[in-house]
């Protein structure tokens, strides 16, 4: 992946080879459905479901066919409630290739938020599974539906998905090909609910431009061809499984595998081993689940060879053991967001280790990346700590029926504003140092969390740690991290402290220690560090008369 490095200042431009596809996602998948109709196109383990791209193709029609009898227009709102599962993946492409715009739900939502999404959006149809986890969706769903005017269908996966594609059989064929024929890769397919850079959450409305050339140029990255078979343990309504993985395969002719409806170790490892998965996804959480999974070491995961870690920061011995012990040594570090299809820059498949483990990668094809100061939004030199923004192809259309946070997102000269902190080195490497919002500030000195955590990481005894600022009457801020330890590993909050005197100044070595056996996570696997705050302000009895509390909605956004 050759970029243009600039000597100077903190800016790099992709390369533009190869050409960036212009086409839909139905056209892509025709393409592909007739390169390698006879390969396996998607395998849903906890279904039992397969399917070849023949197979697959023939699905999306069914359904295609069936919106169209629901009555469904090009650009209306078709929103999806569910784990992981084949119907989801049916509905993605299904939708794609009638026009409509995919609504993607978080399964973890309650009633309030389910409401805010489907009116926001103007969803008319809502496709949902019976529930996740311990809850069951009809309750939620009969609370939000007499706030939800313009929802006049909808359709649950488990009794009336069989009903819903019978009623498609009325529709030619044909009319779906007049439909497919009058749309284009520049119309808006996609809204996926986001925190964005400020406020509520926002429908970051994505086109089949933006999503299916990121789709392939990760997939170009990590080097997938129609042999390759990718494990998918992330959840389908985030960018990380319906673009990196779904649309990554896709367009590359190379088998899908959901190992579950959502993250479980077992059942990935498992998958991996049965299905001879060659590609495995995951936040490092996931990967560090896996890594410590009683079945592990019983496990042949020897079929890897690649994959993509993202989400988060990966501390360097994760990756380490990533390449090693689940023998995955091309595997990839991305770094996006969801404004942005989501991948920005990525690490390649023969970058040293040494790269792939301290940096984000480069900047991908056809794609500009810059570090500019958060407050003069000017380009600032290599190797200086500022903001990191996108600009190219894949930054969204905007946020939906939301124009003052699109501008506030998005400045006049089209870059993305990402609210991350990252250094851009000599060879245009990126380094992701913090979230602006997370950055401590202890008596005017700036610490980024990303930064302590890396020196936790390196002991041997810690299996993770999160860092936060907790309120300090003294300094403003104090620095507080929580431990979990390896299993079997035990270490005190004095010798933490000895092995950060090692490789940080004072005013970076955190005050405060908290020991745990799990962190609040996402649905993504993500730590919510708003909530290691708040926990921390009780657990001290501190002053609640700190910046980075959250209000209620913001605690929404970040599930």
Not at 14 to 33: K, V, Y
Not at 124 to 135: I, M, T, Y
Not at 269 to 295: H, I, K, N, Q, W
Not at 362 to 369: G, K, Q, W
Request: charged residues 25%; aromatic residues 8%; contains cysteine.
């Amino acid at each position: 992946m050759d970029a243009e490095p600039s000597a100077a200042l903190s800016h790099s431009r992709g390369a533009s080879r190869p050409p960036l596809l212009r086409q839909t996602i139905g056209d892509n998948l025709r393409q592909t459905a007739e390169r390698h109709g006879d390969r396996e196109a998607l395998v849903v383990c906890h279904q039992h479901y397969r399917a070849t791209y023949r197979q697959f193709w023939d699905a999306t029609t069914q359904a295609a066919r069936a919106l169209l009898a629901l009555g469904v227009e090009a650009g209306d709102r078709v929103a999806v409630w569910a784990p992981n599962r084949y119907e989801w993946v049916v509905v993605q492409y299904a939708t794609a290739r009638v026009g409509a715009i995919l609504v993607n739900i978080n399964p973890a939502y309650r009633a309030a938020e389910l409401e805010y999404a489907l009116r926001q959006s103007g969803a008319s149809v809502l496709f949902h599974a019976r529930g996740f986890r311990q809850g069951a969706y009809g309750p939620l769903l009969d609370a939000a539906r007499p706030r939800c005017p313009g929802l006049r269908r909808a359709v649950r996966f488990d009794e009336d998905w069989d009903a819903f594609l019978t009623a498609g059989e009325s529709v030619p064929e044909a009319d779906l090909g007049r439909r497919e024929a009058a749309l284009r890769c520049d119309n808006p397919i996609n809204i996926q609910y986001t925190s964005g850079t400020t406020g509520f959450p926002k429908g970051a409305t994505l086109t089949h431009h933006n999503i299916l050339n990121n789709g392939f140029f990760v997939g170009e990255t990590i080097g997938l061809t129609d042999v390759d078979r990718v494990c998918v343990p992330v959840p389908l309504y985030h960018c990380f499984g319906m673009v990196l993985g779904c649309l990554a395969c896709t367009s590359h002719g190379a088998g899908l595998v959901f190992p579950a409806e959502c993250f479980d170790a077992p059942a990935v490892l498992r998958a991996v081993a049965v299905e001879r998965c060659t590609a495995l996804y995951g936040v490092p959480t996931m990967f560090r689940a896996l890594l410590e999974d009683s079945s592990f070491d019983d496990t042949d995961c020897s079929s890897l060879r690649t994959g993509i870690m993202a989400g988060s920061p990966c501390p360097i011995e994760l990756m380490k053991e990533v390449t090693t012990r689940l023998h995955m040594p091309e595997a990839a570090i991305a770094y996006g967001m969801t404004e942005t299809s989501p991948v920005s820059t990525m690490s390649a498949r023969d970058d040293p280790l040494e790269r792939r483990v301290t940096t984000v990668g480069r900047v991908l094809p056809h794609l500009e990346v810059s570090i500019q100061d958060p407050a003069q939004r000017a380009v600032l030199p290599r190797d200086r700590a500022g903001e990191l923004c996108t600009r190219g192809y894949s930054v969204m259309r905007g946020y939906w029926d939301d124009e003052a946070a699109t501008r506030a997102a998005i400045d006049a000269g089209g870059w993305m504003h990402s609210g991350d902190l990252a250094v851009m080195d000599a060879d245009g490497y990126v380094h992701i140092v913090g979230r602006l919002k997370d950055m401590i500030i202890r008596g005017g000195e700036n610490v980024y969390p990303a930064e302590v955590e890396a020196v936790l990481h390196r002991c041997a005894a810690v299996s993770e740690a999160q860092v936060v600022g907790v309120p300090s009457r003294k300094y403003g801020e104090e620095i507080m991290a929580w431990v979990r330890l390896a299993p079997g590993a035990s270490a005190t909050e004095e010798e933490l402290d000895r092995h950060c005197r090692e490789y940080l100044a004072a005013y970076k070595r955190p005050r405060y220690w908290r020991f745990v056996e799990a962190f609040p996570m996402t649905v993504t696997g993500k730590v919510q560090k708003f909530r290691l705050r708040e926990m921390a302000v009780e657990l001290l009895g501190l002053p609640v008369s700190y910046t980075h509390l959250p209000s209620p909605r913001d605690r929404q956004k970040s599930r």
